[in-house]
């Protein structure tokens, strides 16, 4: 599996990551920057063992 990129953002109430080029909807949030980072690294490992490893999709 290739690196993928993982932004996250600060709001009012906590912070929000999400995955970039995964099929799918893959979302993370915490209270802290490291919460929603332990979370996205979490539902990236449920997303790929349920619908597999597939290659991120690119705009190439």
């Not at 993982?6 to 919460?35: C, I, P, Q, R, W």
């Not at 332990?38 to 997303?47: E, L, P, Q, V």
């Amino acid at each position: 599996m290739h690196p993928l990129e993982v932004t996250v953002e600060k709001h009012e109430d906590g912070y929000v990551s999400y995955a970039v080029g995964l099929k799918g909807t893959v979302v993370g949030e915490g209270d802290s920057f490291e919460e929603a980072v332990a979370d996205i690294a979490s539902a990236i490992r449920f997303h790929i063992e349920t619908f597999g490893g597939e290659e991120p999709e690119t705009d190439e």
